[in-house]
């Protein structure tokens, strides 16, 4: 990957949050890069930092929060930039789609009156211009009856509509990257299918650069070309769809496909993932999955392996590999 295609940079991103009794690492050490035009699914089941690493994109924390390492969204150092140009960036460069679009928008304005806003927040254009430009936005994420759809307030949508507005919202700006954080879980099957081939259409037709949050394997695998597994606050498999689906190589990604792995033995048993994951702020020594693991041995009770160049493609943490 070339450095100049990198629209998304992450490197070695830790956050601390100090609040309780003891600090929670919520992200500890996690490095990703996504290209223009790419879609990478965080894939993790609850608690893993998946949340914690997009919010951090926009710093969005609470006071008191720590953080280290590097984050640069098309080509701004997101550290560095004061509170203006982090509004500037904020839709106009990056947009973020969330699982519950009603607690993103205003209850008491339509949704006409705040996509409008939206756009004149960051381009200079009148008032009947933004209004055109949402109607077509509500053409273009296929909501019926769109001029009048625009009239309507929030709670007077269902919820596959109001996702489908949110998405015509974070668009309006023409971004060059969506944050998608699990915007497809509170719908049910056949809605979530329509959002997720939406997002896909819409992410080729504008090359937008995605990250795509999600806790299920299957959609990951339907709309990413790169999935990055997480486990407590780490990556711990990263490669493409196509690799990680065939040849999944870290116990938790062959548990969350339900695959079977050889044991020591000989025999073969069907991995599934016993147990919960590591209270963060008390982490085990060694490798944080090691306590659910059918595979685990000595080492990684005391080893935390690092993440690296897999076989054939990818990158995985797990003393199996290496
Ligand atoms: N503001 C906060 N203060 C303290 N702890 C927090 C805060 N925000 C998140 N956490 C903790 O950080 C960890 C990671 O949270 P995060 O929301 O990123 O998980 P997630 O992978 O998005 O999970 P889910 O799938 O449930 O959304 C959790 O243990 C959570 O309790
Ligand atoms: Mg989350």
Redesign the pocket.
């Known amino acids: 990957m070339t450095q100049s295609d990198v629209v998304i940079d992450i490197q070695n991103l830790s956050?601390t949050?100090n609040?309780?009794r003891k600090p929670?690492k919520?992200?500890n050490g996690v490095s990703l890069q996504v290209r223009a035009g790419e879609v990478v699914a965080l894939l993790?089941?609850?608690?893993?930092?998946?949340?914690?690493?997009?919010?951090s994109l926009l710093r969005m924390?609470?006071k008191g929060?720590t953080i280290d390492g590097s984050m640069s969204v098309a080509g701004s150092d997101v550290t560095g930039l004061s509170t203006r140009e982090l509004a500037n960036l904020r839709g106009a460069v990056v947009s973020m789609v969330f699982?519950e679009p009603r607690l993103a928008l205003d209850p008491v304005y339509t949704l006409g009156r705040q996509i409008e806003e939206t756009i004149m927040r960051h381009e200079k254009v009148s008032r009947s211009a933004a209004m055109a430009r949402s109607l077509a936005l509500f053409e273009k994420v296929r909501i019926p009856s769109p001029a009048r759809r625009l009239q309507n307030y929030p709670h007077e949508m269902s919820g596959g509509m109001l996702q489908r507005a949110m998405i015509a919202m974070a668009i309006a700006c023409n971004p060059k990257v969506l944050l998608a954080?699990?915007p497809t879980t509170a719908l049910d099957a056949t809605v979530q299918i329509q959002i997720l081939l939406l997002i896909r259409e819409l992410q080729k037709e504008y090359g937008l650069s995605v990250i795509f949050?999600t806790?299920d394997i299957g959609v990951a695998a339907e709309v990413a070309d790169r999935i990055a597994v997480?486990y407590a606050?780490r990556i711990v498999e990263e490669g493409r769809v196509g690799d990680i689906i065939r040849d999944p190589k870290h116990p938790y990604t062959k548990g969350l496909l339900g695959a079977r792995v050889e044991l020591a033995d000989g025999r073969d048993r069907l991995i599934t993932i016993p147990g919960a994951p590591p209270d963060?702020a008390n982490m085990p020594p060694g490798c944080a999955f090691a306590p659910r693991c059918a595979q685990a041995s000595e080492p990684c009770r005391t080893e935390v392996p690092a993440l690296v160049a897999a076989e054939r493609a990818g990158q995985v943490a797990c003393l199996l590999y290496g």
């Open positions: 956050v949050f609040r309780g929670v919520a992200v993790g089941e609850s608690g893993s930092g998946k949340s914690v690493t997009m919010r924390h609470p929060t699982q954080d699990e949050v806790h997480m606050g963060l």
